[in-house]
């Protein structure tokens, strides 16, 4: 295949590199012909760096190299190119003007293809006299590495050209999924639902930006934290398309962005690229805060409040596990693993007058158990039972709690049994649900919705989220580890308790936590049962 790349920046000369080495002819062009010279110097310079790293031949290399010709021009005319992509910078009207003038050189048959990541296809599209020939082809940076490419056909788009996009891809050792023309498309759609929450739990005071990263890594998984991300990308970044992407969902509750944001970006706090963020960078920052010691008595007896939540797993079994009929209760669960590590547990109907209180919480507050049941307010503390990725336990402190029984709390949480190492232990604010479960149940909440208004497919979710932002599991398979039900029940709690609409069920998981379906599973259409 003869492929035209229009644009020779960080994208362009990625997706040069990406298709030359898989075999095609490459055209690389820019209105700048010293683009195109660097970014052929750049690609030679990737491809040798292959060849010395023993990933690929020299005879490879140098055929690759031969594939790639530099065009003077981009406007030229190429009765050959069966297939162009545009890789200019993010402006509708630079796209269309950009599309225009290909119109003009390549009336034939090539396929368009915009490598745009926010903008419209569809509105690209009508600018052209033809627009059933144009589609998205979203690659992620650095294109090499990120193995997964977004499809994105335009509302006139012709039928064939995704699959044969597809194809291409597929081809080149990438995989592709194809999701609908709408805001944010697929992955940075479902990116929405971590960093959403954990701004929220930010205004909310629950816990500093390091911790909340902490627990992101530790308890879920993640291989970075919300906010660490946040600072990678840049905050201007990430707040410009999570309120791009609100405002084409018609302010979706589920997709709110936060008021924290605004005055960070004006103030240049963008993250790594200005030095600083939400953490500092370079060479004078100073060393990120450390977690406090755990003090306390880690011997005081310690009383784990029943509150008929089930779990589907023992402790530190995973990111979570399914749930079923028989599951051990969450504090039964908490009780049997304080008492292997060799802490004090009581068996008494109701806590001792020196005892810790511990109500493992699923979407509830700390606060609402103290009410209810009459606990004891100033030592009563909830934990997180959702199970852990790593080692570290999550303790709730309300405003009541006291300070010295927090602290032999943390003790008593930390203890781990002979030979293992101690547990973290995180201290937050009491909120409902805790800082885990939200997170986990917004990500597997917005890959929901994206799932419920047929915007992609359930394989095609989890594929692009854990090819696309590197999570340990695609959402809807993590929802369905958890167990649909378990989580219905967290969504209905987190909802009822807070009254925040972001936190309603979806249709998706509601009606699969009652049919016994998995998250994962399309289910049967109403297409399916008019078929012949």
């Given at each position: ?308 939540t089930a779990s589907g797993t023992g402790a530190g079994s995973g990111a979570g596990a399914a749930s079923g009929t ?207």
């Open positions: 295949m003869r492929i035209r790349i229009v644009g020779a920046g960080a994208m362009g000369r990625g997706i040069a590199q990406w298709a030359a080495a898989a075999g095609h002819t490459v055209e690389l062009c820019d209105v700048r012909t010293e683009a195109v010279t660097a970014a052929v110097d750049f690609v030679r310079s990737m491809l040798e760096r292959a060849v010395d790293k023993g990933r690929m031949s020299a005879g490879d290399c140098a055929a690759a190299l031969e594939r790639l010709v530099p065009l003077d021009d981009p406007w030229t005319q190429g009765p050959d190119v069966d297939l162009v992509i545009e890789a200019v910078r993010e402006d509708l009207d630079t796209k269309a003007e950009v599309f225009g003038k290909l119109e003009q050189a390549l009336p034939g048959s090539a396929v368009f293809a915009t490598n745009t990541s926010s903008l419209s296809v569809t509105r690209i599209a009508a600018s052209l006299k033809d627009p059933t020939r144009l589609a998205g082809l979203h690659f992620f940076n650095p294109v090499p590495l990120m193995k997964i490419v977004e499809i994105v056909p335009g509302a006139a788009t012709r039928p064939e050209i995704p699959p044969a996009l597809t194809a291409l891809v597929e081809s080149c050792g990438h995989r592709a999924v194809t999701v609908a023309d709408t805001p944010g498309f697929l992955v940075n759609h479902a990116g929405r639902g971590l960093v959403t929450e954990a701004l929220a739990l930010l205004e909310e005071s629950v816990a500093d930006p390091a911790g909340i990263d902490r627990i992101a890594r530790d308890v879920l998984g993640l291989r970075m934290g919300p906010f660490e991300l946040m600072d990678l990308t840049g905050l201007d970044v990430t707040a410009a398309v999570i309120d791009s992407i609100w405002q084409g969902f018609r302010y979706e509750d589920r997709l709110r962005p936060s008021y924290l944001t605004p005055n960070r970006v004006a103030a240049g706090l963008h993250g790594r690229k200005t030095g600083q963020g939400w953490f500092a960078y370079g060479s004078e920052a100073s060393a990120p805060d450390t977690e406090a010691p755990v003090t306390g008595d880690a011997d005081r007896p310690v009383f784990v409040v029943d509150t008929g028989g599951a051990e209760s969450d504090a039964g669960v908490l009780r049997a693993a304080l008492a292997a590590a060799g802490a004090d547990v009581e068996s008494g109907p109701g806590p001792s007058a020196d005892s810790i209180v511990l109500v493992p919480v699923w979407g509830t507050t700390v606060a609402a158990a103290v009410a209810s049941l009459g606990l004891p307010a100033g030592r009563t503390f909830g934990v997180d039972p959702l199970p852990a990725a790593g080692r570290r336990r999550v303790l709730a402190v309300t405003p009541a709690a006291g300070p010295a029984a927090a602290r032999d709390a943390r003790a008593v949480l930390a203890r781990a049994g002979d030979g293992e190492e101690p547990y973290a232990v995180s201290v937050v604010r009491d909120t409902a649900g805790s800082v885990a479960q939200r997170l986990l149940a917004s990500v597997v909440s917005v890959a929901a919705s994206i799932a419920e208004r047929s915007l992609a497919t359930p394989a095609d979710i989890d594929l692009a989220v854990t090819a696309g932002l590197g999570y340990p599991v695609g959402p809807l398979a993590w929802g369905d580890r958890i167990g649909t039900a378990r989580l219905l029940e967290l969504q209905r709690a987190l909802h009822t308790t807070t009254g925040d609409p972001r936190h309603r069920p979806t249709r998706w998981l509601t009606e699969r936590a009652q049919l016994g379906l998995p998250l994962t599973d399309p289910g049967t259409s109403p297409a399916a049962c008019t078929a012949g």
